[in-house]
Structure formats: C-alpha cells, structure tokens
Nanobody
Framework: QVQLGESGGGLAQAGGSLRLSCVAS???????????VAWFRQAPGKEREFVAA????????VHGDLAKVRFTISRDNTRNSVYLQMNNLTHEDTATYYC??????????????????WGQGTLVTVSS
C-alpha cells in the first residue's frame, strides 16, 4: 500500500515553468522502490492523458508525446518522491495532474489501468 500526495501546481504564465512533486507514504514492510510511478493529467471535459512514467530505480523513463522535450520526470528514492519538471508551458497544459503508482511485475508505462494507487491531483493553470 502506498499513499500519494501531489504538490507544486498553481498558476503559471505561458512560457513559464512549474515543478510538480509527488511524495509517497509507504506502508510498513514495503519500500518506495517497489513502485513504478507515472504522471497523468486531465483537463476539464477531456479524457485523461499519459504524461510520463519512471521505473523503480529511476534509470528508465518514458515521456508521452505531449511531454517530450518540454517535461522531465525524475525520482529521488531517498525522499520517496517523484517530480515532473514542466517547461515552456502553454495554455493547453492547463489540467489537473495526478501521480499514480503500481507494484506489478510488468511495466507498461502509459497503461492507466495498471496504476492502482492515485493521488488527489494538483491543478495547473496556464494563462495565455
């Protein structure tokens, strides 16, 4: 079991940057390195989108098409944390961003149904 809490959202101007954080509280007997972690986002009236995912060690990352070049996912296992650095934001990046995790053996980075643990989300609003 793991509980996820996102932070770092807020209002940004187009062309600006934000860094989102996801901190995990892991149940006794488990470790954060058990979990694959991903970021998804959902804008009002739109379907959820895959943003980026990172493997257990942090050595493997996958960025979705929307995140390539501008966004970077990373993790610090000593802090039970995963980050999403977002640069050159546009109005189209306005959404609630969710951190999600799973401990399955197989890793399909963008498959949302695999991620059984989800945070409450953090809202990012980009003014144009």
């Amino acid at each position: 079991q793991v509980q996820l809490g996102e932070s770092g959202g807020g209002l940004a101007q187009a062309g600006g940057s934000l860094r989102l954080s996801c901190v995990a509280s892991v149940a006794s007997g488990s470790t954060f390195t058990t979990y694959y972690v991903a970021w998804f986002r959902q804008a009002p009236g739109k379907e959820r989108e895959f943003v980026a995912a990172i493997n257990r060690s942090g050595g493997g990352v996958v960025h979705g098409d929307l995140a390539k070049v501008r966004f970077t996912i990373s993790r610090d296992n000593t802090r039970n944390s995963v980050y999403l650095q977002m640069n050159n934001l546009t109005h189209e990046d306005t959404a609630t961003y969710y951190c999600a995790a799973h401990d399955l053996t197989a890793w399909v980075p963008g498959r949302a149904s695999d991620y059984v643990f989800w945070g409450q989300g953090t809202l990012v609003t980009v003014s144009s």
